[in-house]
């Protein structure tokens, strides 16, 4: 993985009009360390709704362009997007995982599977756990 120069932690960020915004520099030819889950950096590709979702889910062209930006970096990274995927790491340190420890979480997951925060809204995160694992997936050529 690249290192970032001066940016943001994310590596992609989606508005409310479902445009696609590059966070971390050069993350959009490679992957790049991100910065913002705590203990997952350097393991995750992080993308976010630029907003507050705890009580408004994000809108449909976000959200459409959330499964689409997933979907993509799946193929291109060779990353199972199915239902029940999951992946392993040894965390870095954070306020959920401490360094050294060994994490199982899925490959498509939230904010707060890393670290003990609200992020990414009570609004958003069901779907993130429950719908949007399929719903990438049935966007994937390799998984149809």
């Known amino acids: 993985m690249q290192r970032a120069g001066r940016d943001i932690?994310?590596?992609f960020l989606i508005d409310r009009y479902g445009a696609v915004w590059e966070g971390?520099?050069?993350?959009?030819?490679?992957?790049v360390r991100g910065d913002a889950t705590g203990g997952s950096q350097g393991f995750a590709l992080l993308c976010c709704f630029i907003?507050?979702?705890?009580?408004?889910?994000?809108?449909?062209?976000?959200?459409?362009?959330m499964l689409r930006m997933l979907a993509a970096l799946a193929t291109a990274y060779g990353i199972d997007t199915r239902p029940g995927a999951h992946t392993q790491f040894v965390s870095r340190g954070s306020n959920?995982?401490?360094?050294?420890r060994l994490v199982t979480t899925a490959t498509i997951a939230g904010h707060r599977d890393m670290s003990i925060?609200?992020?990414?809204?009570?609004?958003?995160?069901?779907?993130?756990?429950?719908?949007?694992?399929?719903?990438?997936?049935?966007?994937?050529p390799a998984y149809r």
């Open 9 to 11: 932690a994310y590596n």
């Open 24 to 31: 971390r520099t050069y993350s959009v030819v490679a992957p």
């Open 51 to 65: 907003g507050d979702h705890t009580t408004v889910a994000p809108t449909a062209p976000a959200r459409a362009a």
């Open 96 to 100: 959920r995982y401490p360094a050294g």
């Open 117 to 140: 925060t609200t992020c990414p809204g009570d609004a958003v995160y069901p779907d993130v756990r429950t719908r949007y694992p399929a719903e990438v997936t049935a966007l994937r």
